[in-house]
Nanobody, 126 residues
C-alpha cells in the first residue's frame, strides 16, 4: 500500500512563500503521478497541480500558474509544491494524492486519485 504524508504548511503573510512536501512510504511511489489538491472551509476541493511519475510532465491550475512549482525527488520519495507570491485566497488544507497520470482533466478530478495524505494547513494572512 502507498501512504502519503504532507508537511510544510503554516501561517504566512501575503506575498510570502512556503514549500509543501508530500513524502511517501511504499514501493510504488516512483510509478505514480502525484497531484496536489486544496480545500478551503465551505468550498469544493480543487486541483492545484500534478506531476507525472517521471517528473517530466506537470500541470497547474490557472489560479496558481506562475506562482507555484511542483517537483519530485525520487531518491527521497518526495514531491514538493513550492508556493510563491501567496495570496489570501490560497488559504486551504492542501492534500497530495497518487494517481495514474497527470493531465488537466485528472488534476481537476479528485475521484480519480486512489491514495491521499492527511492534509496540511496553509494560511495566508497579515
Amino acid at each position: 500500500q502507498l501512504q502519503l504524508v504532507e508537511s510544510g504548511g503554516g501561517l504566512v503573510q501575503p506575498g510570502g512563500s512556503l514549500r509543501l512536501s508530500c513524502t511517501a512510504s511504499g514501493d510504488t511511489f516512483n510509478y505514480v503521478a502525484i497531484g496536489w489538491f486544496r480545500q478551503a472551509p465551505g468550498k469544493e476541493r480543487e486541483g492545484v497541480s500534478c506531476i507525472s511519475n517521471s517528473g517530466a510532465l506537470t500541470n497547474y491550475a490557472d489560479a496558481v500558474k506562475g506562482r507555484f512549482t511542483i517537483s519530485r525527488d525520487k531518491a527521497k520519495n518526495t514531491v514538493y509544491l513550492q508556493m510563491n507570491s501567496l495570496k489570501p485566497e490560497d488559504t486551504a488544507v492542501y492534500y497530495c494524492a497518487a494517481g495514474l497520470s497527470c493531465t488537466v482533466q485528472i488534476m481537476n478530478d479528485a475521484a480519480r486519485y486512489r491514495y491521499w495524505g492527511q492534509g496540511t494547513q496553509v494560511t495566508v494572512s497579515s
